[in-house]
């Protein structure tokens, strides 16, 4: 299996634009998560979800951000529009299922909006 | 909800020495407990975990133990290297099927040659 599969690698967009973020879940596995880090703020959660359906997006930072699972392999987080404060590496992981099992990241995506 | 903290946030050994890591949780029906490393430039990668029926595990010079009475949990890696330099971070997850792991904060490990 190639892994967590997250597309593109880098984005450089203007404040305004729209934001798209890819990602491939590993094949069989039930649980999508993003997260962004950043050096101030670490390591957040922004929405996971399960067997397709968003169980929790209280990490979602404003009503700019969106995330969408259109099928049980694939994921979206779209930025709508962007800020310089969006600028961060947003990763997602997928695993097996909820509870006790590990994630597998993707590589992430560096994103800077000037 | 469950918290996790991790500590020392920064670590830096000589390499040959031993590194130990230490997280504390706070919801007792968290049962789950992976480790994760971070390298420069890369997603954080799963290194080793350890469930709540077992009390240490070890894979060649990395080990996990577990207090679930003192809701503790600790990374252990013996004879650093300098691959071993990376950020690791400790979570914690319920055994339900409805939970996602909480992470601590991360510990920056540098071994110096």
């Known amino acids: 299996d190639a892994g967590v599969i997250q597309s593109p690698r880098h984005e450089v967009t203007e404040m305004g634009q729209e934001v798209t973020l890819r990602c491939k879940l590993i094949?069989?596995?039930?649980?999508l998560f993003w997260y962004r880090q950043t050096m101030m703020r670490g390591l957040e959660l922004l929405i996971y979800?399960?067997?397709?359906?968003?169980?929790?997006d209280s990490g979602m930072p404003e009503d700019r951000f969106s995330a969408k699972m259109p099928n049980a392999s694939f994921s979206t987080l779209k930025i709508q529009p962007s800020e310089p404060r969006d600028s961060a590496v947003y990763f997602c992981?997928?695993?097996?299922?909820?509870?006790?099992?590990?994630?597998?990241f993707g590589s992430g995506t560096r994103l800077t909006v000037v | 909800g469950e918290n996790v903290e991790q500590h020392p946030s920064t670590l830096s050994v000589q390499e040959g020495d031993s590194a130990v890591i230490k997280c504390t949780y706070s919801?007792?029906?968290?049962?789950?407990f992976p480790w994760y490393k971070q390298e420069l430039g890369k997603g954080p990668q799963l290194i080793i975990d350890?469930?709540?029926?077992?009390g240490e595990k070890k894979d060649q010079r990395i080990a996990v133990t577990l207090n679930k009475t003192a809701k503790h949990f600790s990374l252990h890696i013996t004879e650093t290297q300098p691959e071993d330099s990376a950020v690791y971070f400790c979570?914690?997850?319920?055994?339900?099927?409805?939970?996602?792991?909480?992470f601590g904060d991360g510990t920056t490990l540098t071994v110096k040659p």
């Open positions: 992981a997928s695993s097996l299922a909820l509870g006790n099992y590990g994630y597998t």
């Open positions: 094949s069989g596995h039930n649980s």
């Open positions: 979800f399960n067997n397709n359906v968003p169980i929790d």
């Open positions: 919801d007792s029906a968290s049962n789950y």
């Open positions: 350890i469930r709540s029926n077992v």
């Open positions: 979570a914690a997850s319920p055994g339900t099927n409805a939970g996602k792991s909480t």
